[in-house]
């Protein structure tokens, strides 16, 4: 498997060079960063396909069974209600039942089957962070706490479980689930359809607009969170020796006295 390049990369000024960080490079634009993180992703998710496949498998059995509940209102309605046909309540009973226990099912094996390999993922890169941490230079451990890089190497990675846990399989079901009702609420009534799309469409447009806000903050956050985790770890790992040290100067003190 080939290496990630810079495993760091989330980590405060990854890129010193005499102790001074490099800030006169341009910002790369979305679209670059995006390419540039591809090969890292595919290097990711390829020993991995055949465990998302099987993600994406259990995923559309789970949305489809998910439907049959809204679906089977109109049988409730159309043809138990509106033409008495009373024979029909058991077995539509019968397939909410199973479809309800068939999304219970799979969904517990979603979250057993793609938690327990993210958490291996998230594991493994933060030995791998470790170890590129372990050979950077000592100008770079001058210019950054040790608790600060503790912080960050722990919480960092935790933006994998996103790729290989629940969040893509779950993104995708959303859009499987999307997909499916948009087709069948335009064979009931187109007209209403577009409405009601029009307004997710705006809607969609304010909460990007909203995410790119927030998403500066978040990360300004993580850095704040990690100087602060790091100062607190230094200060409490401080206290012991003061603490250890400070009786033992009190007792040179009263026998020096004596």
């Known amino acids: 498997m080939r290496a990630i390049k810079n495993p760091m990369q989330a980590l405060p000024n990854p ?4 102790g001074r960080v490099r800030e006169d490079a341009p910002k790369p634009s979305k679209g670059e960063r995006l390419r540039a993180l591809l090969p890292d992703v595919w290097v990711l998710v390829k020993p991995r396909r055949a465990l998302l496949a099987s993600g994406f498998v259990l995923m559309t059995v789970n949305r489809v069974s998910g439907l049959v509940l809204p679906a089977s209102s109109k049988f409730l309605i159309d043809d138990i209600i509106g033409k008495g046909r009373r024979e029909m ?5 019968g397939a909410v039942l199973l479809a309800t226990l068939v999304q219970g099912v799979t969904s517990f094996a979603l979250t057993q089957l793609l938690s327990k390999a993210a958490q291996r993922l ?6 791998k962070v470790q170890e590129h ?3 950077l230079p000592v ?7 040790t608790g600060t890089l503790v912080a960050r190497i722990m919480s960092d990675v935790e933006g994998i479980r996103n790729l290989i846990g629940t969040g893509l399989v779950e993104f995708a079901g959303g859009l499987l689930t999307a997909v499916i009702s948009f087709v ?3 064979r009931i009534s187109s007209t209403m359809t577009l409405i009601a799309f029009a307004f997710l469409f705006s809607a969609a447009l304010v909460l990007n607009r909203a995410f790119g806000v927030i998403r500066p903050i978040l990360r300004e956050r993580a850095k704040i969170n990690a100087e602060v985790t790091g100062r607190l770890t230094e200060s409490l790992g401080g206290v012991r020796v003061v603490k250890g040290t400070t009786p033992r100067r009190a007792r040179r003190r009263s026998s020096r006295t004596a």
Request: glycine share 8%.
């Open 184 to 186: 069948v609420l335009l």
């Open 15 to 18: 890129e010193r060079r005499g």
């Open 122 to 127: 998230i594991a493994e890169m933060r030995r």
């Open 139 to 145: 100008a770079y451990y001058d210019a950054n706490k």
């Open 133 to 135: 941490v372990g050979r």
């Open 89 to 93: 309540l058991l077995p539509l009973l």
